[in-house]
């Protein structure tokens, strides 16, 4: 399968820690990376690879990988985390890129 | 600083074309495979192109394969996606991306503003 699977909403209070994951048969081989899309605004890369921050991205932002799951886990969560969160990675062939669904999250 | 900048959305009829280009700044252009990656209204992220630095390889999405081609002209720094034979389903916000391989897997690191392409009669 080249699909990535996410789940589509999840809410964590204010200050706690939230984990988002993404599911998918590429990432028995390829890691993620993860992208916070803002409503009306373009994706911006927060993870790639095992768990690389690009610089500037505060470090409450984490990633992992077992298997075929890749997650990402915010420590702190703040108000302005609240945003759309998508995976990618190559599919299967290598030569494709493919995003999950995204997972909606809400800060209460 | 590394700008992307896209234009050349609008309405289209379904079975039109429409050409989108994308200019980029702030970094060597041609050292850098391109892409473009969509977003329907209210949807997901869908990665429809990749295309490599000299041009030489290109990979689309199948939904989009045989009506899109993307290209790049490295002396104008700009990438360009020629949509043809245009459907209501292909309606969506266009971003192109800078796109960037490591270890194991790829990333988009960079993204323009995107422009919107509606299809519509």
């Known amino acids: 399968s080249s699909e990535l699977t996410q789940d589509p909403a999840v809410s964590v209070a204010l200050g706690q820690t939230v984990t988002i994951t993404c599911q998918g048969d590429?990432?028995?081989?390829?890691?993620a990376s993860w992208y916070q899309q803002k409503p009306g605004q373009a994706p911006l890369l927060v993870i790639y690879?095992?768990?690389n921050r690009p610089s500037g991205l505060p470090d409450r932002f984490s990633g992992s990988s077992s298997g075929n799951t890749a997650s990402l886990t915010i420590t702190g969560a703040q108000a302005e985390d609240e945003a759309d969160y998508y995976c990618n990675s190559r599919d299967s062939s290598g030569n494709h890129v493919v995003f999950g669904g995204g997972t909606k999250l809400t800060v209460l | 600083e590394v700008q992307l900048a896209e234009s050349g959305g609008g309405l289209v009829q379904p079975g039109g074309s429409l050409r989108l280009s994308c200019a980029a700044s702030g970094f060597t252009f041609s050292s850098y495979w391109m892409s473009w990656v969509r977003q329907a209204p209210g949807k997901g992220l869908e990665w429809v192109a990749n295309?490599?630095?000299?041009?030489?390889?290109?990979y689309y999405v199948d939904s989009v394969k045989g009506r899109f081609t993307i290209s790049r002209d490295n002396a104008k720094k700009s990438l360009y996606l020629q949509m043809n034979s245009l459907r209501a389903e292909d309606t969506a916000v266009y971003y192109c991306a800078r796109r960037r391989e490591y270890a194991y897997g790829v990333l988009f690191d960079y993204w323009g503003q995107g422009t919107l392409v509606t299809v519509s009669s």
């Open positions: 295309i490599q630095e000299d041009g030489g390889e290109k």
């Open positions: 690879g095992q768990n």
């Open positions: 590429s990432l028995n081989i390829y890691y």
